[in-house]
């Protein structure tokens, strides 16, 4: 039995002497991102940029919404042929409204993207260097792991240095007809 502790014994001993503490860090990198308010700002100019929009669409909606009930007020009126033409029409103008829509959202959904990548890439230069001052081995986003302690959290540290920074965010107008 002794002879099984020594062996355990020397095993923790002698493997143990590998391991090395680091120091870690966790940061909550979609709060940076999310509260940053160059960020709020861009995203608030998105908007109003978008309202411009709003209104063209909003009337050829009000178009297609009438055609659609002129179609529907004239089929006993019109011979077979004469209500296929004008359904073919209205398919056509509602399949070129819906594409110009999904263009649209798709053209800022990317802007936002991008604005949220320039915002992220500023933050990993921001995590290297407090790594490096700080020597921690390891950096986790707040997302890949389940518990820590608070103190690990260095959220606050980084978003004070991010509001230093003057990130330049500009965004390309919807510019189709």
Do not use: P
Not at 52 to 59: A, G, V
Not at 104 to 130: G, M, P, S, V
């Amino acid at each position: 039995m002794r002879f099984i502790y020594l062996i355990i014994f020397l095993t923790v001993n002698v493997f143990s002497s590998g391991v090395v503490s680091q120091t870690i860090a966790i940061v909550d990198v979609q709060s940076l991102i999310d509260n940053n308010e160059i960020y709020i700002k861009t995203v608030k100019e998105i908007e109003n940029n978008q309202e411009k929009y709003f209104e063209k669409f909003s009337k050829q909606e009000k178009n297609l919404e009438e055609m659609f009930l002129e179609i529907e007020n004239s089929k006993l009126i019109l011979n077979e042929t004469e209500l296929n033409q004008k359904i073919e029409i209205y398919n056509n103008q509602l399949m070129d409204f819906t594409n110009l829509l999904d263009d649209f959202n798709t053209h800022y959904q990317n802007q936002i993207i991008i604005i949220r990548e320039i915002i992220l890439k500023e933050i990993i230069i921001l995590l290297e260097e407090y790594a490096i001052n700080n020597n921690i081995d390891l950096i986790l986003d707040t997302t890949s792991y389940l518990i820590a302690s608070n103190s690990l959290d260095i959220t606050k540290k980084i978003n004070k240095d991010l509001m230093q920074l003057q990130i330049e965010m500009d965004f390309k107008d919807f510019e189709k007809n």
